[in-house]
């Protein structure tokens, strides 16, 4: 099996078979989610549908980045595969890579694989591919066991432990103890919470990234402010005055340009380089020369995310665009399902129509169906009321079985109606909120 496949699975709990996807060969040059799935140990993760059991199944693997280049080769001992078995297996991986490379395409580091004794090995040697170093990698396994011991020490112990690891604390580790907080907080364990957030608020007050890090949060509060008081029409003008009178202060300059990025475009730069040329003295126009690198910086890095998220998208619908089993590869990539993704496959399924790519439309059609179809299933009760009830083309049919659920018609449902058709009309989607405006006047009626 090089490719995935279905396969019968028999549960090592309840000892019952069952089917489901195994993959050997993770190729990220032909679909880049493989590496995240391999990073988050989501790869051959199997659940058993009569008891719930959920576990890896160990099986060969063979890692190939061909931008890097990069092959990496794992067989499981526990499997007990003989010398002569395993070099088939890794032949066999090894040839249907090469079947899928262009035929001018290097292939000659595919004959010099490297090996991983373990699954944690080949996470490792992938993550070392990507500059993420052995020594990067225990730096951070030991902040989280750092965190556990301070969530259990008294405070003796505390104070020795803080005092052994001040190499350890950076903004990493401060959102470490946050976390671990918040999830103790939310499992019951308030003393365990309490000693976690008393030990952050030591490091804030205490060490230099801790003061800094106070310093941005108190700069984003004040930013936000200044933002809110010039009203929801806020003018590249006045943008640009507050970012002039914060010239001094990087904090407030990240953060006025972090909450103000949507004003960030040609015309507010353009803005700035006019203070700057306009400027009195020598002094002054430094002073703002920095500022507008310093908000330069941070609109590059706003876009570079963007591309990452489009090229996250972009990866994410190829890969269901390949699948097998449609269905079953969305729900294993759920987290990559976000509204940057549904951008993406609705302006392709767009392309498609346009450029009578029948194939390809009805493909990108199946895709959409099922990812509306699992947004549907997950959704409150009351936001799939709403969808079923706009999913109906007659405006007639559509009053008519709301009047038929009279029993699911509640002042909260009426509520969101109304939320719902003013975020519809915010969009542009005049004539959903115009429906959705009828469906509300009626459903008020009904619950009066």
Known sequence: MVRPASTTITCPACQRPFNAILEQIIDVG???????????????????????????????????????????????????????EQEKIIGDMTNAIMRSLPEDAPKGYLLQPKTALTLQGLIDQVLEADGITKEMLEAERRKVELVNELAEADAERREQLLAENQDLFDIGFLELLTAAAQAASQ??????????????????????VGQALQAQQEALIEASRELEALGKEISRESFVDLLVRAADNPSKV??????????????????????????????????????????????????????ALIQRAVDTLR???????????????????????????????????????????????????EV????????????????????????????????????????????L???????????????????LELLRVEAERMTS
């Open 30 to 84: 032909r679909d880049p989610t493989a590496k995240e799935r391999l990073l988050s140990g989501r790869i051959n993760l199997i659940t058993c549908p009569h008891c719930g059991y959920q576990g890896v199944v160990a099986t060969p693997l063979l890692y190939h980045d061909p931008s890097k280049p990069l092959v990496i080769v794992y067989v499981p001992m526990e499997l007990g595969l003989q010398k002569a």
């Open 187 to 208: 499992a019951g364990e308030s003393r365990k919470a309490l000693r976690l957030l008393n030990v952050r608020k030591h490091l804030m007050e205490t060490t230099e």
């Open 254 to 307: 990240d953060a006025l340009a972090t909450l103000g990025q949507p004003l960030l475009d040609y015309v507010t730069f353009q803005l700035i380089t006019d203070r700057v040329n306009n400027a009195q003295t020598d002094e002054e126009r430094e002073r703002l020369a920095a500022m507008r690198e310093r908000v330069l910086a941070i609109n590059e890095e706003f876009e570079r995310q963007q591309r």
């Open 319 to 369: 890969m269901l665009l390949q699948a097998h089993d449609v269905r079953e590869a969305i729900r294993s990539n759920l987290d990559r399902i976000d509204d940057m993704f549904l951008q993406v496959l609705l302006a392709n399924l767009e392309e498609a129509r346009r450029s009578g790519n029948v194939e390809a439309a009805n493909r990108l059609r199946e895709i959409r169906d």
């Open 372 to 415: 509306l179809n699992l947004i549907q299933e997950s959704a409150p009760p009351e936001i799939r009321l709403i969808n079923e009830l706009l999913s109906i083309e007659s405006e007639d049919e559509s009053l008519e079985a709301l009047r038929n659920r009279r029993s699911e018609i509640n002042e909260q449902v009426v509520h």
């Open 417 to 435: 109606m109304g939320d719902l058709a003013v975020q519809l009309r915010e969009a542009g989607n005049e004539e959903a909120a115009r429906r």
